[in-house]
């Protein structure tokens, strides 16, 4: 969870010049702890919407391999957990959150 109370998929934006694997594996180590041990090379979702702001954005949605499940808090996150898609209603979550979990329960 951030700091404004909603929950947020792990990632961000890309360090010039990261691929999107090296910046998906560096973002989950900021922001959960865990280390990415495998990424699937094309995403599994493609999110694409406007964000709190108005902004457009896009979200890629990758499925990766963990060394373990021990998450840990950083400065970017209040709180982490797993939620199943089906618990999406109980929970403050971003738009693109919502959508992951309705696609999935799908």
Known sequence: ???NGYWELPGGGLDFPETPEEGLRREIKEETGLTTIDIAKQPSYV?????MKGIRSINLVYEVK???LNLTSSDECVKLKFIAPEEIDTINAFR????LAT???K
Not at 47 to 51: A, S, V
Not at 96 to 99: D, R, Y
């Open 66 to 68: 963990l060394k373990d």
């Open 103 to 105: 696609l999935m329960s």
């Open 47 to 51: 999110l694409i919407g406007n964000n």
């Open 96 to 99: 693109n959150v919502k959508e």
């Open 1 to 3: 969870m951030e700091d």
